[in-house]
């Protein structure tokens, strides 16, 4: 494999952490700010580790050495040497005090780490983006998380040009220079890794909130944007208040600055990021309001905002000791995020939507050429490991762990977490063995989930024994080998269950060798291949209802009729396990269309949603929504050994079809008429309830009767008040190939222009457009003067959104769009390595399609990796995709 020159290093080795040698007990850091040069000088104080003869040496990758002192004398040139992103000096002692400067140009930094220029020259600021390495493109540092320092920054710049100065820490200081400049000074007093350090100057509006902290710490918040989304920024300031408050309730946690910022810019890599005292957002997923964001952004921009607050303590406070415990900080984050909303929220909604999530973003990871553990053994860049296994499969896990514990018991052991590992670089034994400790349990088994690569299948047999009334469980466990892991360990795996009756009651539970429990639920934890669990007092045969609430991230095989799932889908409590037995069902009904066999699941799934449709005892629409949506075409395709994605979207579609015919389109009208007569824009739950509801049988009808559907949503359009019902519409409009959609399109173009959020929504939409007609349109889409491979969001929207939501339009038969891709992707790679390596994986499948298709992949991937000048990036996904075996060709 060809690369750049840095793509060659060998794998960092989890096996090879060694505490370090040197570190830096405080650093000094003054900029002098411009677009086109930036200086920087760095005053590290330094300490060493008598026990390890090793020389100095600091990370630095791409800066102008300008010039370099030690203990005060300038080093001379034998002294040192800066090569292969190393800077190595000689003679330095614990104590000493290193001081570089270094010249850096903002305005030529297309990779949107380090510092760069977000927006135009003239109107554009500056900000710096460090997670995971980026601080070694600013200064020279030993940049690695277990390197904990105090931070005093300052700042200088044109007042004109740069008006506000913000670092991370407590302000400190700012006055006025010749020559129309000023300055800005920043204290940090919390040592932290040098990942999480920030600043940002320009020309930038605010808006402010004080809050006092429960223990009584007052604190100015205030939230940063340009002059024409400042007024969209108070939704997150809101949402950032009630996260604080609910760190503060759930987990005692309390802000620790005077002051916290926020920030929002539209060229960033990914969503947002928690720089201590600083966070930086993604515009995405800080701005808001009616007219331009949809309910589900709405509470994106909730679950993003609490995520990087709560980091404060889950990353921040308590750092990662290197890379490969990511998910120590992120898997944390998520499941606290996701607590989080769950209580601000729906329960049920938003357990709904992070299974769904796992199984379309997690499971193929997974399943594919790029698994990994959620802890990985080894990396080339460690930016392609911020995934959805570490991130999503990471907080699945605590929430394994905490339902083991149970609610005061995981509490118990977050606190002792916290207490102990505060102000340190821990490890996820550190986080297990707190979490044990404080309840008197041995969690170390649980680690095996995060060496372990794969979703585990679960398989469940009963056995009902009339003679002695009871009712026989048996579950077993198996983990298909991923690469570089061809023997699987057996994991504990909690089950969460309940029995059912056949008239839909919930069966009191006793198991065989355990005390009762109150309640009908229990958790079972399989810990071995293959265990029995025996109910007994049990009259008849009952309906098991496993794994509810997803208490473990696995597979469930177990062979249910489909009167079963009705069952379950008619009579259980839980929301979520409601929706679990539609998904099940849709599941079998698919199977029964695709294969042709046997039709009681199909008109088993369609009658009991066809019932539930006109049950008025169900007063829940967004759970209604839910119910009456199939699995993804993603995760049907999970389920195929030989994947066409054209046939998958054809039988999704028919699925569908089955369903809206068995409501009825007279009944489906009525119902949208019902919901339309009440819209508004409202953001309480049942008025978004209510949309999500429409949206859903909007969809349904377009697909038994098009024309009239369309009509609808012609309307709709023209009378929306709120994003989420014009963009519903559009998006009907645009897949159904409707002959209103290009006016609509035009109208949204015109009505949005200067927004480029919502100017991403009308590029991804049209990145929907059935079959054959999609790449014709993104190749136009791609000429418009709006497109720019520069900006990652207007990337993610044309390419990510064509690739991940519209699989049928993507992979077409002829190859052509892999081929474009891989094009596009070299492009890309020379301008932003990090986004282009993560929209390299929407073909991670690859190997599982159709011989066509794979052929056509197969050789567009190949093509990619034949690239000289491929970065590490790019490199590692793509010869990881290849596998082994075909990177040598
Ligand atoms: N730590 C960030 C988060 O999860 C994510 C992050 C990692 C990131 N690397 C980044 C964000 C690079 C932007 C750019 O909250
Ligand atoms: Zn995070």
Known sequence: MNARPDSASAPILLSDYRPPAWRVEHIELDFDLGIDATEVRAALRLRHDPAQAIPLRLDGEGLELLSITLDGQPVPAGSYRYADNLLEIDNARDGSVLETRV??????????????LSGSRDAGFLLTQCEAQGFRHITFFPDQPDVLSSYTVTLRADRGRFPVLLAGGNPDGAGDLDGGRHWARFIDPHPKPSYLFALVAGRLEKIERDYLTADGRPVLLVIWAEADAIERCHYAMDALERSMRWDEQAYGR????????????????MGAMENKGLNIFNAKYLLADPDSTTDDEYRAVEAVVAHEYFHNWSGNRVTCRDWFQLSLKEGLTVFREQ??????????????????????????????PLAHPVRPAEYREINNFYTATVYEKGSELVR?????LGDAGFRRGMDLYFARNDGRAATLEDFLSALGEANGIDLMPYLAWYGQAGTPRLKARGHYDAASRSYTLTLSQLTQPTPGQPHKQVLPIPVKLALFAADGRMLPLHLQGHADTAGNERVVVLDRAEQSFVFQQIDALPIPSLLRGFSAPVILD?????????????HDKDGFNRWEAAQQLATRAYDALRHGGDATALSAWCGALAELFEDAHLNDDALLADLFTPPGEIELAEREQVVDPAQVHA????????????????SLRRRYEALASQTQRQLDAASQAQRRL?????????????PSAHALAADQYMSAPSMTDRLAALSVLVRGDAPQAASALANFRERHAGDPLALDKWFAVQTQLPGELTLARVQLLESDPAFTLKNPNRVNALFGAWARNNPAGFHRIDGAAYRWLAERLQQLDLLNPQVAARLATVLNGWKRLEPVRREAARSAIISLSAEPQLSRNLAEIVQNMLGNAAAGA
């Open 694 to 706: 429409k949206r859903r049988v909007l969809d349904l009808l377009s697909l038994i009767d098009a």
């Open 103 to 116: 010249r850096l140009n903002p305005a030529a930094n297309t990779a949107l780490e380090g510092l760069y």
């Open 339 to 368: 607590q989080f909303s769950a209580q601000m929220n729906s329960p049920a909604l938003k357990r709904i939507e992070d299974v769904a999530l796992l199984r379309r973003a997690q499971f193929p990871e997974d399943a594919g």
């Open 651 to 666: 039988l999704r579609q028919q699925l569908q079809q089955e369903l809206g015919a068995r409501i009825g389109g007279a």
């Open 400 to 404: 394994m762990l905490a339902g083991r």
């Open 254 to 269: 309390n802000y620790d600055l005077d002051v916290f910022h926020v920030v929002a810019t539209h060229d960033f890599n």
């Open 558 to 570: 177990i062979d249910y009729a489909p009167g079963e799932l009705a069952l379950l889908l008619r």
